[in-house]
């Protein structure tokens, strides 16, 4: 009887090899890069992906896609392109490759993205592939910042096909080191109330919290659980007063996660600055001064003139003078004093701060738009403080 022969075991690996990159696009004093634009286009600096060149070209206004691109185009929308450059070879070579754009507000963390789900071809005849359709004008405004744009567009380059045989490596290794989870964590401990030692009760509802972590957050929940001056028999339940339970529980999520609180559920607008409003006042009381931040930049964008003078009344009790200086300069750049004074929320101005009235008649009598306004050389007989 024959012997049997020995059997060997062989394995190989087909892999595909990429690179990844991130450019993230800048645009300082975007309204006048808007009038001041030729072309009605802006675009980055070349950066390099995968050993090849790119640029982000973005179009306010909307752009003609290719006629190869087969894409609607809307002009109702801005438009957002990934460009394949020559670099300094002078020549391109047809590369493939996927996309991803962001639009991000910097302050807030606000942001809107679009991926291109397939694999694109880049080449001499094609050197670009985008969106016709971003982001929608009406809601551009929630993503400017201090008349600042911020778009990221990330890039996977497929390089090429390598087959290799299977081979043990016990050195070299690219460690992937995963993202930080401990926000997620401490969201995770607030809505266990594991381990919790204090609650709050704010009016019905019962809010249960850590002290170490309210003291750590917050100068005041340290003074208040910490502090020499505390009532030691009400530190292990406190009422809160003058504040609703969502915001309270919205105020509890900052501390504990550093992020702004989603308001998914708030459907209207309106509802969405009253609940910011009501947070800028928690993050007042309670000392938060970067929530406090996130809070004024999200109304310092979305000013209008039925609400601007509670706006400015809030900034003033509430000492957030970017706030204030933004609604004062959105009055009289858009020469609505007339309109403005005539509204209810003036009336509360007045009551409530009428130092702040009285700031923003002085620096209206001192711009040339509302000078523009005198009648026979006089202001316009307007009530300041009567």
């Not at 995968?50 to 002009?75: F, K, L, Q």
């Not at 996309?99 to 963390?109: D, K, L, Q, S």
């Not at 702004?260 to 309106?270: A, Q, S, T, Y």
């Not at 409003?277 to 000392?287: C, I, M, P």
Request: with cysteine.
């Amino acid at each position: 009887m024959a012997s049997e022969s020995p059997r060997t075991w062989s394995a190989s690996v087909s892999a595909v090899e990429t690179a990844h990159g991130t450019h993230s696009f800048r645009i300082a004093r975007y309204s006048l890069h808007k009038k001041a634009s030729v072309n009605k286009c802006f675009y980055s600096a070349v950066f390099t992906v995968g050993g090849h060149d790119w640029r982000i070209r973005y179009c306010p206004d909307g752009a003609e896609p290719p006629m190869t691109m087969i894409v609607n185009s809307s002009y109702d929308s801005d438009s957002v392109f990934l460009e394949l450059t020559a670099g300094d070879g002078g020549k391109l070579v047809e590369v493939r490759a996927t996309y991803g754009f962001r639009m991000v507000n910097p302050v807030t963390g606000i942001s809107y993205s679009r991926n291109d789900s397939g694999l694109q071809v880049f080449h001499s005849n094609r050197r670009s592939h985008g969106f016709t359709m971003f982001v929608r004008k009406v809601e551009q405004h929630k993503y400017l910042q201090d008349d600042c744009l911020v778009i990221e567009c990330d890039v996977m380059v497929v390089k090429e096909l390598q087959v290799k045989e299977a081979t043990c490596v016990t050195s070299g290794f690219d460690i992937q080191v995963p993202p930080s989870d401990l926000s997620h964590d401490l969201r995770k401990l607030l809505e266990s109330e594991e381990e919790a030692d204090v609650k709050f009760k704010v009016k019905e509802e019962v809010f249960h919290a850590h002290k170490i972590v309210l003291a750590m957050r917050s100068p005041v929940f340290k003074a208040e659980l910490y502090g020499p001056m505390r009532d030691k028999g009400m530190v292990e339940s406190i009422t809160i007063q003058g504040m609703d339970p969502a915001v309270f529980k919205g105020l509890l999520h900052f501390i504990y996660t550093d992020r702004f609180p989603r308001m998914d559920d708030l459907v209207e607008d309106e509802e969405q600055q009253d609940m910011v409003k009501h947070l800028l006042v928690a993050a007042d009381r309670y000392g938060m001064e970067r929530l406090k931040s996130m809070c004024e930049g999200i109304l310092c964008s979305n000013l209008d003139v039925e609400s601007v003078a509670y706006t400015m009344a809030l900034a003033g009790q509430h000492h957030c003078s970017k706030l204030k200086s933004a609604c004062i300069e959105f009055i009289i750049n858009s020469n609505l004093m007339d309109v403005v004074v005539a509204s209810q929320g003036y009336e509360h101005l007045k009551r409530a701060c009428p130092d702040v009235a009285v700031e923003l008649w002085e620096n209206s009598a001192k711009s040339p738009i509302t000078r523009s306004s005198c009648i026979g050389g006089q202001l316009m007989n307007y009530p300041i403080l009567n």
